[in-house]
């Protein structure tokens, strides 16, 4: 009787209690799961790099935003965001809501995204970037925007803004993929989006009480150098676990991101070397975001060489757009514009140069390998997704103003947003 339960056990157990359903390849969905998860730990790790360079006064405040994003748009993702960016097509334009509430989100792969892991693991990835890329835009209007209207712009920006641009450019069927137009892993999606809208932000709620006369300098550089570094580091599942798959692909971005990374932070500090005297320790973190940034569109269709190239470019464009900055009068507090706006539009048109088909037979041939129209492609496609998100966002803001303050009052300013919209300080003593 003992061998018959044994041989049944068995049986039972590599048949009805399979794991592993037909197509799912483990090695992929590993890694998928480990990108998601790293990416995840990037939106805590922005709030580091934003929160040490406000003034002590709102640091939890800045913090709370990027948290609250992780909530607010991993819900709104589940629900219908997703079906919305990556379901069935409607025109080019949109998905539908087939998927939502991730109905038909199964465990089975989905061949028309990532044909080795289980469709729900796209899924959750996906949301990762969905999740951060708000986040992005709270470093334009740091130390000045209500909590509850950061709520409200965060909710309806990830619905107008995020969700159709996804689809135009991942989704099957939309228009843009249909145009040729390419982005790895968010240069247009997540950079561009996030960039324009920030600069759209900071122009609308204008400039901090004091700015730029008084001055306000990070008030815990070592936590965004901690910030700094996770970034980086949650950037080879953003940009590496792109490739969908663990192997050559995954190798190359992971490759290529770094290369970037490091070329953009020694150009930067040479810049400010040369031009003021001394390297900063906020030059380099800064610059290397830039670069990573800057490559993210192009990761996976480049050669490492081309990489260190788009970083050098990185760290020269990215620099002297954040100095440029006073000149312009807008007061984008922590540069979300001239890091990831610049950036993400420079890696999408420098995509547009590099690209090579013998790097990624499913990318394009750029201008140096002898396709003009490529970098025409990525140029449009920059152009559009910029005005696009830059107007969308005044409207957005616009909307809100209808019904609620998006600004704090000049007396809660000045005492700053952890004691006057949250009741609490990130230092007592």
Request: charged content about 10%; glycine content about 10%; hydrophobic content about 55%.
């Amino acid at each position: 009787m003992r061998y018959i339960f044994t041989l049944l056990f068995m049986l039972i157990a590599t048949t009805a209690y399979s794991d592993t359903p037909a197509g799912v390849d483990k090695g992929d969905t590993a890694w998928i799961l480990v990108s998601a998860a790293m990416v995840m730990f990037m939106t805590p790790a922005l709030a580091m790099f934003y929160g040490g360079m406000v003034r002590r006064k709102n640091v939890l405040s800045i913090i709370m935003q990027s948290f609250a994003a992780i909530a607010l748009v991993s819900l709104q993702w589940i629900l219908f965001g997703y079906s919305l960016a990556f379901g069935p097509d409607f025109h080019g334009i949109i998905g539908g809501l087939d998927w939502a509430g991730l109905s038909s989100v199964t465990l089975e792969p989905n061949p028309d995204y990532a044909p080795t892991v289980p469709h729900m693991a796209f899924m959750i990835y996906q949301a990762m970037f969905a999740a951060i890329t708000p986040a992005l835009i709270s470093g334009a209007f740091a130390e000045r925007m209500r909590f509850s209207a950061f709520i409200a712009f965060t909710f309806i920006w990830a619905l107008v803004v995020y969700t159709p641009v996804a689809h135009w450019v991942w989704g099957k069927g939309g228009w843009m993929s249909q145009m040729g137009v390419l982005d790895f892993a968010g240069g247009i999606v997540v950079h561009v989006t996030s960039g324009f809208s920030a600069l759209a932000a900071a122009l609308y709620l204008g400039k901090r009480k004091g700015f730029p006369h008084d001055l306000m300098p990070p008030h815990n550089l070592p936590l965004t150098v901690i910030g700094t570094g996770i970034l980086w580091f949650g950037w080879f599942g953003f940009n590496g676990g792109s490739a969908l798959s663990s192997g050559q692909l995954s190798t190359l971005a992971f490759v290529t991101s770094h290369t970037a990374a490091v070329s953009a932070m020694c150009v930067w500090i040479t810049l400010e070397w040369m031009l003021h005297g001394r390297p900063t320790m906020f030059g380099a973190a800064t610059a290397s975001i830039a670069g990573l940034a800057t490559v993210t569109p192009a990761a996976g269709f480049i050669t490492p060489m081309a990489a260190l190239a788009i970083g050098c470019v990185a760290g020269v464009v990215c620099y002297f757009a954040l100095n440029l900055k006073p000149r312009f009068g807008y007061d984008d507090s922590l540069d979300a514009f001239g890091v990831h706006g610049v950036g993400g539009a420079i890696g999408t048109i420098c995509l547009g140069l590099f690209a090579s088909k013998a790097i990624n037979a499913n990318g394009a041939d750029g201008l140096f390998y002898g396709n003009a129209k490529q970098l025409i492609i990525q140029l449009a496609a920059v152009l559009i997704v910029a005005v696009f998100s830059f107007v969308m966002t005044i409207v957005i803001f616009k909307i809100i103003s209808l019904f609620t303050s998006i600004r704090v009052n000049t007396e809660d300013e000045v005492e700053g947003l952890d004691t006057t919209q949250h009741g609490e300080s990130g230092y007592y003593m």
